[in-house]
Nanobody, 120 residues
Framework: QVQLVESGGGLVQPGGSLRLSCAASGSIYSIDAMGWYRQAPGKQRELVAKITTGSSTNYADSVKGRFTISRDNAKDTVYLQMNILKPEDTAVYYC??????????????WGQGTQVTVSS
């Protein structure tokens, strides 16, 4: 099994910053990509940012220039630095990892979610 543990959410004022972390553990052969998604009340879950093993990144248009995703491959950990936060960034943020437990067995797992609230 593969598990993801997230941390770093909380309450912040508009214009503030937060850093989310997500660490993968368990039976892991390789991780191909890790990413952050978010889901606001009444809305569908959406991609925020994604990073591959080769450090290729992909961002939602709404966060480009404000959020930065990074990854420590040695620690199987992904980070999301969120700056200039806006009230519309309020959501539950979920970490996702896709990879292989063996050469023939793939996985895609989700974290438990961490609440980010941007409010004055």
């Amino acid at each position: 099994q593969v598990q993801l543990v997230e941390s770093g959410g909380g309450l912040v004022q508009p214009g503030g910053s937060l850093r989310l972390s997500c660490a993968a553990s368990g039976s892991i052969y390789s991780i191909d990509a890790m990413g952050w998604y978010r889901q606001a009340p009444g809305k569908q879950r959406e991609l925020v940012a994604k990073i591959t093993t080769g450090s290729s990144t992909n961002y939602a248009d709404s966060v480009k220039g404000r959020f930065t995703i990074s990854r420590d491959n040695a620690k199987d950990t992904v980070y999301l630095q969120m700056n200039i936060l806006k009230p519309e960034d309020t959501a539950v943020y979920y970490c996702n990892a896709v990879g292989r437990q063996t050469l023939w067995k793939t996985f895609s797992v989700w974290g438990q979610g961490t609440q980010v609230t941007v409010s004055s």
